[in-house]
T-cell receptor
Framework: EAQVTQNPRYLITVTGKKLTVTCSQNMNHEYMSWYRQDPGLGLRQIYY???????DKGDVPEGYKVSRKEKRNFPLILESPSPNQTSLYFC???????????FGPGTRLTVL | EDQVTQSPEALRLQEGESSSLNCSYT??????LFWYRQDPGKGPEFLFTLYSAGEEKEKERLKATLTKKESFLHITAPKPEDSATYLC?????????????FGKGTKLSVIP
């Protein structure tokens, strides 16, 4: 089944404790992206990747890192999480950047 | 100023009561407009892509249309299972052309 998977689905952590949210797609898509969704603010893009080893900042990149070493994986790294990064995070992928993006199930992160 | 505006923010309909949701965008150079459906706590689910003014697409009770500055999602004889948040996103040419910009969504509730 064609899909985007994310892990973990739920995470509660404390300020400053480094964490990684994994994202994987099995559709051989070139483009991958991370979003956060907050009440009243909608979906905002954090980082995106046009292809392996090619990443760029979205609208809200502060406090986040990404890497794209393999085509199928695009992990989101929070080196020192803070409470304002408490949010619902989505990974998405598309064949190329202008194609339809398909979303993962989401990761609900709480930073205490 | 928001580049993508959705209205209304929330809409309550009786089952069978047809209506339309609006998505307007303020920038030029549209390369694609996307409609998604999102259920609470889940990832957005792709519905339609529209590329040029005058284009229409249909799926079951939903029909999406596109003009030069806005798109409408028409819901005909809605059922309770159509209750969800409907998101609109645009893909633009030029600066930011590798990103999707989302509206804040319209939360639809269909009452039996």
């Amino acid at each position: 089944e064609a899909q985007v998977t994310q892990n973990p689905r739920y995470l509660i952590t404390v300020t400053g404790k480094k964490l990684t949210v994994t994202c994987s797609q099995n559709m051989n898509h070139e483009y991958m992206s991370w979003y956060r969704q907050d009440p009243g603010l909608g979906l905002r893009q954090i980082y995106y990747s046009m292809n392996v080893e090619v990443t760029d900042k979205g609208d809200v990149p502060e406090g986040y890192k990404v890497s794209r070493k393999e085509k199928r994986n695009f992990p989101l790294i929070l080196e020192s999480p803070s409470p304002n990064q408490t949010s619902l995070y989505f990974c998405a992928s598309s064949l190329i950047h202008k194609d339809t993006q398909y979303f993962g199930p989401g990761t609900r992160l709480t930073v205490l | 100023e928001d580049q993508v505006t959705q209205s209304p923010e929330a809409l309550r309909l009786q089952e069978g009561e047809s209506s339309s949701l609006n998505c307007s965008y303020t920038v030029s150079g549209l390369r694609g407009l996307f409609w998604y459906r999102q259920d609470p706590g889940k990832g957005p689910e792709f519905l339609f892509t529209l590329y040029s003014a005058g284009e229409e697409k249909e799926k079951e009770r939903l029909k999406a249309t596109l003009t030069k500055k806005e798109s409408f999602l028409h819901i005909t004889a809605p059922k309770p299972e159509d209750s969800a948040t409907y998101l609109c996103a645009v893909h633009l040419s030029g600066a930011g052309s590798y990103q999707l910009t989302f509206g804040k969504g319209t939360k639809l509730s269909v009452i039996p």
